[in-house]
């Protein structure tokens, strides 16, 4: 386990080896604010986006039944590690908090382990706070099936509105 | 069987038997256990793909929006006009408890949740007031102006959903308890079926292993029983064989004590015979030889059977002419056929002309001897009609019929039966159903061939059996009975036995066979005698006192060495068994002769090894045939005298030379053509001359394959028959 936590640490560091770009400023509301162990901001002392900035980063879209829909639903949006890696991030765990003020905690090997996207559409439309909008924390069920329980269904945080890092 | 032995087997029966119930039992449990861990597999899958989302967690945070929306509503109201930021926050957290209605109404919860009344009613109920509030707040998200009452309407509206998804969150809390009770008691019910089956399935391996253990008891216990009951049959069985070795030792010794007598009383009749006597005490003398011949008869009869009984009987095999043996037969029971009023006929088959056979004459003249009586016996004033033919040309078959009273159907089955220790006794024998034909059937059977009767009551009977047999030519057509003491040799002549009768006739034999006789009375006297003496012929008992005739030949042997002679050392014997044989042979003696010996017989003993018909100690058995036929040699010495004989011998044998050449060039090259041609010049040659034995033995090669040193062999044989004629010329 502290093997495995080691070597996703190292994985990220690997990656916050590339010299991040500076965040630009967002244009268009913004729907997420990072904040916590980062090294990238472009707002006081977090970091903060707009759509067109997560529509940018490097996605996936993703078919899979959930407990909340019916049927097979295509999820697309930034994986969470890419997301990560924009702001810098340099932590274990992720509070993820949603608009009604529900939070929960997420390690940050979730996001190293899996294609853990922060869904931004669902079966190709933008998602509004009434269909679970804007962000939606979506693991790949589709990938890994044994996600399927409990213990990730309560991480699988909808109505996203902020992640803090925590070291 | 004994009762411990038939008890452990009933109990290892049973003892099976409740191990394949107990086995069974098992099986069946472990089947129901693992139909078990099937059920609760299968449930366990059924559980991870009902995976759902919390029902109650769903419900509560419906519960709680609800409340949210309701309290910032009415903060919102108390404070009007209200601000832009409350508006903006207003409508997201109607669009937050929207988005939880549809979760509701969407998620996949437990079935049993999903269907029941109250959560459906309550759903429906819960989402027609919040959906009734859509158009209110869609104005307010589109910054539509805001009217005081419409949003104190919807704030009542919202404040009354509290009660009701309050009332929804204790259902549902409720009916999942229930779920979650019901679950767990499902899981108690099966892991208490389970315990119970377990526990049954090890009682039963339980009671499986006790009940392997108690059989692995039971079957060591009856190995045991088994191994004392092999234990006792063996020793049963030893002592029986003991028994039964007695029993045959004792029928050897009677045997022998018998003989012995008798030996004295055949020998003793048949000086009278040749005495002087007035023609009524010369007709007594005849009934003595006669019954002691038939006394002597049932003895070996008895010894035959404990022979056959033993499976060591020793059959003979010598050429006879069936004819001639038949004739003697029926001239034995002539004088009882005469005195029944019997005719006697005799038919021999034209195909037996000129041919002997070769078998065992003596158990067949007993055979057909046995027969032959019992037919004269039971027929009177009526017909007793032997047949001697060839059925087959190796199969020989003698046939008695006569006119009789006939044998009963229900007696015929067990009409060749042994007699048993009950029912047994000699006398038997003349009721034509004891051990007379028992033994027949014995002897015949013992000698390959078949033995059976066609009868009915009140007509007559027809015994019949048939031998397998080789026809030989027969070497003389006809001879007549001579004179034993003809043309003897006089020879210097030891006899070496402790009976004083049978010394007696012995040496009453010898001298009026013109010999010079010694005797002795033991074997040392007897190894003393032909130490001083120079015999040519020894007769040696042996069964004496002090040194017994085995010990005595080997010493006279051993003195032999020095002196570089060799006399005929022949045993007098009454047991001629095979043992006896080999120990004569191992002794270093040449013949043996069995007792009680006559007068005949003493005559071919004196005349030489070649000329006697006493056994040569030999597993050759033809050699058992006499080497020089004398008879015809006294038929050709009176046809051409003795000088013409003797050239008729000499051109024999310049002839066989040059045929034996021929012989030996043919069988070089293997031409059997020529070999065969060779073979029966001889043949014929030597069998004209009397050389029976020689002879036989080149009809007989000519029917064998050719071996190499077939020439050797004939060499050899002629040596032989040259050096007995010269003997019998120089004689």
């Keep these: 386990m502290r093997a495995k936590v080691l070597a996703s640490a190292a994985a990220l560091a690997m990656l916050f080896c590339q010299p991040a770009l500076a965040l630009d400023a967002p244009t268009d509301p913004v729907i997420l604010t990072i904040t916590g162990a980062i090294t990238e901001t472009n707002s006081d002392g977090a970091a903060v986006f707009d759509l067109p900035m997560l529509q940018d980063l490097p996605g996936r879209t993703g078919t899979m039944e959930t407990p909340w829909t019916e049927g097979e639903t295509a999820f697309d949006g930034p994986l969470l590690r890419a997301l990560l890696a924009e702001v810098g991030a340099h932590g274990k765990t992720l509070r993820v908090t949603a608009l009604n003020d529900y939070s929960a905690e997420v390690p940050v090997s979730d996001a190293t382990d899996y294609e853990t996207i922060l869904a931004l559409a669902m079966n190709g439309k933008p998602m509004s706070v009434r269909d679970k909008g804007p962000l939606f924390m979506v693991y790949p069920f589709d990938l890994n099936p044994e996600l399927y329980n409990e213990k990730y269904f309560s991480r699988s945080v909808w109505q996203i509105k902020a992640i803090e890092v925590i070291e | ?75 919102a109201q108390s404070q009007w006009p209200v601000e832009a930021s409350r508006i903006t926050e207003l409508s ?146 030893t002592a029986a064989e003991a028994g039964n070795r007695a029993k045959s030792e004792f029928m050897a010794v009677m045997g022998h004590e018998i003989r012995t007598p008798l030996n004295a009383i055949l020998g003793m009749t048949e000086l009278l015979a040749h005495a002087d006597l007035p023609e009524e005490d010369r007709r007594g003398v005849k009934v003595i030889a006669s019954s002691g011949q038939a006394l002597l008869e049932i003895i070996n009869e008895i010894l035959d059977f404990a022979k056959i009984e033993h499976g060591d009987l020793v059959l003979e095999t010598i050429p006879f002419e069936p004819g001639k043996l038949a004739e003697d037969a029926m001239e034995v029971v002539a004088g009882r056929a005469a005195d029944q009023g019997d005719r006697l006929a005799l038919e021999v088959s034209s195909s037996l002309q000129g041919l002997a056979v070769l078998s065992d004459p003596t158990r067949i003249r007993r055979v057909l001897l046995n027969l032959l009586s019992n037919a004269v016996k039971f027929t009177q004033n009526g017909e007793v009609r032997l047949h001697v033919s060839l059925p087959a040309p190796n199969r020989i078959r003698f046939e008695i019929a006569d006119t009789g009273i006939g044998i009963s159907a229900e007696a015929l089955p067990r009409l060749f039966n042994p007699f048993t220790q009950e029912d047994g006794t000699i006398s038997r024998r003349f009721g034509g159903t004891g051990l007379g034909l028992a033994i027949c059937k014995k002897t015949i059977e ?95 008992d042996m069964q004496m006192p002090v040194m017994d005739g085995l010990a005595a030949t080997r010493e006279i042997r051993l003195h032999e060495l020095q002196t570089g002679k060799r006399a005929r050392i022949v045993a007098m014997t009454a047991n001629a068994s095979d043992t006896d ?19 005949a ?65 043919a069988l070089s090259v293997g031409d059997a053509a020529s070999a065969d041609r060779a073979l029966h010049s001889l043949k014929g040659a030597s069998a004209n001359l009397g050389f029976v034995d020689f002879s036989t033995f080149t009809e007989r090669a000519r029917s064998e394959t050719l071996r190499a040193d077939l020439g050797t062999e004939i060499e050899k044989r002629l040596a032989t028959i040259r050096e007995a004629g010269e003997q019998a010329h120089a004689a």
């Design chain 2, 92 to 237: 997201l957290r109607y669009d937050i408890l929207y988005s939880r209605l549809s979760i509701l109404s969407n998620a996949k919860y437990e079935t049993s949740l999903a269907s029941s009344a109250g959560f459906v009613g309550s759903r429906a109920s819960i989402r027609d007031k919040v959906l009734g509030l859509e158009p209110f707040f869609n104005a307010m998200a589109s910054s539509a102006p805001l009217d005081r009452d419409e949003f104190a309407v919807t704030t009542s509206d919202l404040l009354a959903l509290i009660p009701i998804t309050e009332r929804m969150l204790t259902d549902t809390n409720t009916s999942v308890s229930a779920v979650r009770a019901d679950a767990r008691a499902e899981v108690m019910r099966i892991q208490q079926a389970t315990a119970l089956l377990v526990l049954i399935i090890a009682v039963s391996i339980a009671l499986l292993i006790l009940n392997l253990m108690r059989q692995l008891k039971l079957t060591r216990r009856t190995t045991g029983q088994l191994e004392e009951a092999a234990n006792e049959i063996s020793k049963a069985y």
């Design chain 2, 601 to 665: 017989r003493l005559a071919e003993i004196v005349r030489g090894p070649e000329a006697s018909s006493s056994s040569p100690i030999s597993s050759d058995t033809h050699s058992d045939y006499p080497v020089i036929d004398q008879e015809r040699r006294l038929e050709l010495t009176e046809a051409f005298g003795p000088d013409g004989l003797k050239e008729l011998d000499e051109s024999f044998f310049s002839d066989a030379a040059g045929i034996l050449r021929a012989l030996h060039a």
């Design chain 2, 446 to 540: 013992a000698m390959g061939g078949d033995i059976g009767v066609q009868s009915t009551a009140g007509s007559g009977s027809v015994f019949w059996f048939e031998l397998p047999v080789e026809t030989v030519q027969a070497p003389l057509a006809d001879t007549a009975s001579i004179d034993p003491s003809a043309a003897l040799p006089v020879r210097n002549i030891l006899v070496v036995e402790d009976n004083a009768v049978n010394r007696d006739v012995a040496q009453r034999f010898l001298k009026k066979l013109g010999q010079r006789v010694t005797m002795a009375i033991d074997g040392l006297e007897g190894v003393s005698q032909a130490k001083a003496g120079d015999f040519d012929l020894i007769l040696m």
């Design chain 2, 581 to 599: 044989r080999a120990l004569c042979m191992e002794a270093g003696m040449d013949a043996f002769v069995a007792k009680p010996i006559t007068l």
């Design chain 2, 1 to 75: 069987m004994t009762p411990a032995l038939r008890h452990s087997r009933r109990a290892i029966k049973r003892a099976g038997r409740e191990t394949t119930f107990l086995v069974v039992l098992s099986a069946v449990l472990m089947a129901i256990l693992v139909a078990t861990f099937g059920y609760l597999y299968a449930r366990q899958n059924a559980l991870q793909d009902g995976i759902r989302e919390d029902a109650l967690w769903a419900v509560y945070q419906l519960d709680r929006e609800a409340r949210t929306l309701a309290h910032a509503m009415s903060a």
